[in-house]
């Protein structure tokens, strides 16, 4: 089946079917990651938001998201489902110390020697096949496709339905969009932005957006 060598951290939150969970951000995304999160058997407690207003499921919001330090002694992880890349960034890295959930959908299909590192969520019928490494933080959206030997970087977005073939590296801060494809032996550049739909056949430089068939500058 191939799925005995995803990292043990990311075993132990599949089999914890009692994790308490508060999720940071209360938008659109949030609630496919409390989908998810629900479809695992977690217990989603609440979410953090700048909007308190906000609610889904009759789950609110407990908080803004600059107080999440006042809930770390509620022995539960935490999940950024916000898809801006930096903003994703920015909570991580101000803080370290708390317990990151990773999250991945039961229909996800993935190969044997792949790596998941903490706060990636892996959306529904999504395929990572073997000797992939998904990095912190990432977004894996609905059916995507990524192929062998792929490097995805921290903070990462691969759009739904993006397709990404063997040997692919994408790097830190990066987002792929909506249905693009991303060819054999490709390096993506860090902090690049590819167009939906684009098609990438060469390297791209950092801190471009691409798009068209074949991707190029957008100037």
């Not at 890349?85 to 890295?93: F, M, P, V």
């Not at 912190?136 to 609905?142: G, L, R, S, V, Y």
Request: aromatic share 6%; charged share 15%; with cysteine.
């Amino acid at each position: 089946m191939g799925y005995h060598r995803i990292i043990l951290t990311l075993l132990r939150n599949l089999q914890d079917k009692t994790m308490n969970l508060i999720i940071i951000g209360a938008g659109g995304h949030s609630k496919v990651v409390y989908d998810i999160a629900k479809s695992l058997g977690h217990n989603v407690i609440g979410f953090l938001d700048d909007d308190t207003s906000k609610s889904y499921n009759n789950v609110r919001v407990l908080g803004k998201i600059n107080e999440l330090k006042r809930y770390k002694d509620r022995k539960a992880h935490f999940f950024i489902a916000i898809g801006n890349n930096y903003i994703r960034e920015k909570i991580s890295l101000a803080n370290s110390d708390v317990k990151w959930a990773t999250l991945i959908h039961p229909t996800c299909c993935i190969g044997s020697n792949v790596k998941i590192d903490v706060g990636s969520v892996i959306m529904p019928y999504s395929v990572i096949n073997a000797n992939t490494i998904i990095g912190k933080h990432c977004i894996i959206n609905t059916g995507a496709v990524i192929e062998h030997d792929n490097n995805i970087d921290d903070y990462v977005h691969i759009s739904p339905n993006a397709a990404l073939c063997g040997n692919v590296k994408v790097n830190r801060l990066s987002h792929i969009g909506a249905g693009a494809v991303i060819n054999n032996n490709i390096n993506i550049g860090s902090n690049n932005i590819i167009g939906s739909g684009a098609v990438v056949v060469k390297d791209t430089i950092n801190n471009h957006v691409y798009t068209g068939v074949p991707a190029k500058i957008l100037k």
